[in-house]
């Protein structure tokens, strides 16, 4: 997809889209349409049920008297309601609707509500988000009918009085949509191809060119670093487990202390000796969406030359049945120096995330240590596909995740930690359990990673299981299986408030 930014002019091919406030008032661009219509726009209100409600759509084909093939006025809602992801998702399914109409180009002329939070230009690299993040497919294993899953959508023109400031703002955005894109390419690539030795190739590639120093730990590095707990993870599977370690140094303060993210990068989750059932199988080549958001984000940050020192590290396994497979049982001894009885061979996301928080940590002495997995389908139960769980030590911390989650629209509900709910870890044999009790699933979970935090570290964990992958409706704004869901809200959280 073909995507501009231009000062307003008459609208040639293709479709013109103009906007109504709440109330139905056509704005300025919404009138210049009308008038050249000779008043299409204002006669088809009149016989319509459109209010200019948010989400409300109306659509004239083949225009009298303008080379438009369609005019769609479309809804803005309240003004003070209006925000980026209105904005985007306002782009993003219009963009759907047109492509499954056949329509090849678009033209967005919307100006920025009076009352709203987005200036001009700002509106219109978030229609610009909107329009790229919708435009993404993938389709690389189709050998056949490829047509009829790419976008019929070719050019996107988003008209705006704010050319230069739309610019600058997009400049920005579109390394968040790139980063995007690859933590979907990452979800949706399946578990054969994508093993962890590919995905850390992967990583320092697209990386390293964008001036991201990428180290690679095999298993002999993690070995002798004592991480019992990861390498007992990967032990049944034929894949060599890797943990990555990406270092962008952005800041103006070059030995300014990084903050630091930490990804679940399970390749295949078949849960191991306690082997999942056929249909919970499904989907566990997604258990990497933590990694694949921290790889997404590194790249977003890097891309925009954020002032900022950040790592991400992911630990990268495929948890397998195997006679050399870790057993339900078993006891392994952290990098912590915390031994681990691991009663469910299929609660391993938090035996990977307790060691990459401990290198995290002790190699880094981060500002924070945030991490994201796809760790528990109890936070499906509760939650659903809209909000993630968040879990924190820190309510400084909790706060702006959840402000920075609310603003790019992936909002988080937080979770409870306390001690009554630690003490269902308690082992009979070891330092603790690797399951807590039937209840409480996804706080138990958390409250695991929580004893792999030293010296009071501002910490916080996202639990991304409802929220990474999509297997029904699809979000107008992801049209995809993975959603990349976690890069857009850590990139907000750096914006405001960790760069120098
Ligand atoms: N990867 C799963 C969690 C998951 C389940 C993600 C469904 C997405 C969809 C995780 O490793 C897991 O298996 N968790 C177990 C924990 C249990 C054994 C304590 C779970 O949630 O059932
Ligand atoms: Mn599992
Ligand atoms: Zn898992």
Redesign the pocket.
């Known amino acids: 997809m073909q995507l501009s930014f231009a000062a307003p002019q008459s609208v040639d091919a293709g479709a013109w889209i103009v906007a109504a406030l709440e109330g139905g008032t056509l704005t300025a661009a919404a009138q210049k349409a009308d008038k050249a219509s000779g008043g299409a726009l204002s006669r088809a209100l009149k016989v319509s049920r459109f209010t200019g409600k948010s989400g409300q759509v109306l659509e004239i084909l083949a225009p009298a008297g303008i080379k438009a093939s369609r005019i769609v006025l479309v809804g803005l809602g309240k003004a003070a309601d209006f925000d980026g992801p209105k904005a985007e998702h306002l782009s993003a399914s219009i963009n759907g609707r047109l492509s499954s109409a056949g329509e090849t180009a678009a033209t967005y002329e919307i100006e920025a509500p009076k009352g709203s939070k987005l200036k001009p230009g700002e509106l219109a690299a978030h229609l610009a988000l909107g329009a790229r993040l919708r435009s993404y497919s993938f389709n690389k294993y189709r050998t056949k009918n490829l047509d009829e899953y790419e976008s019929k959508l070719k050019t996107v023109t988003i008209a705006t009085g704010a050319q230069a400031d739309a610019k600058k703002h997009w400049a920005l955005l579109e390394g968040v949509a790139n980063g995007i894109a690859t933590a979907r390419d990452l979800m949706n690539e399946p578990p054969n191809v994508l093993h962890p030795e590919e995905f850390a190739r992967r990583v320092k590639a697209l990386l390293t060119k964008l001036g991201v120093k990428v180290d690679i730990l095999g298993e002999a590095d993690m070995k002798k670093l004592g991480m019992g707990s990861l390498l007992g993870v990967g032990q049944g599977s034929d894949c060599e487990s890797q943990l990555v370690v990406m270092h962008w140094n952005g800041a103006r303060k070059k030995s300014d202390t990084p903050v630091a993210f930490v990804g679940k990068g399970?390749c295949f989750?078949s849960?191991g000796l306690?082997l999942?059932t056929g249909a919970?199988m499904m989907?566990?080549k997604?258990?990497m969406g933590g990694a694949a958001a921290v790889v997404g984000t590194m790249q977003a940050l890097a891309s925009r030359k954020a002032k900022v020192n950040a790592v991400g590290v992911i630990g990268l396994v495929e948890?397998m049945p195997d006679s050399k497979a870790q057993r339900p049982d078993d006891v392994v001894k952290s990098m912590s120096g915390q031994t681990i009885e691991v009663l469910?061979t299929?609660?391993?996301?938090r035996l990977v995330l307790a060691d990459a928080l401990t290198y995290t940590q002790r190699k880094f002495k981060p500002k924070f240590v945030i991490d994201l997995a796809?760790?528990?389908?109890?936070i499906?139960m509760a939650l659903g596909p809209e909000h993630a769980g968040l879990f924190s030590n820190d309510d400084k911390l909790a706060g702006r995740i959840s402000q920075a989650g609310k603003a790019v629209g992936e909002p988080v509900w937080r979770m409870p930690l306390s001690p009554n709910y630690d003490k269902l870890l308690r082992s009979k044999i070891a330092d603790m359990k690797n399951?807590?009790g039937p209840s409480a699933?996804s706080i138990t979970?958390a409250q695991f990673l929580q004893r792999f935090i030293e010296d009071k570290t501002p910490w916080a964990h996202l639990d991304i299981?409802g929220v990474?992958y999509q297997d029904g409706e699809q979000k107008a704004h992801a049209p995809s299986w993975g959603v990349g869901w976690g890069v857009r809200t850590l990139n907000e959280l750096v914006t405001e408030h960790y760069e120098d």
């Open positions: 399970v989750d849960g306690s999942k919970g989907g566990m997604g258990d948890n469910n299929d609660a391993e996301g796809t760790l528990t389908g109890a499906i399951v807590g699933g979970a299981a990474a």
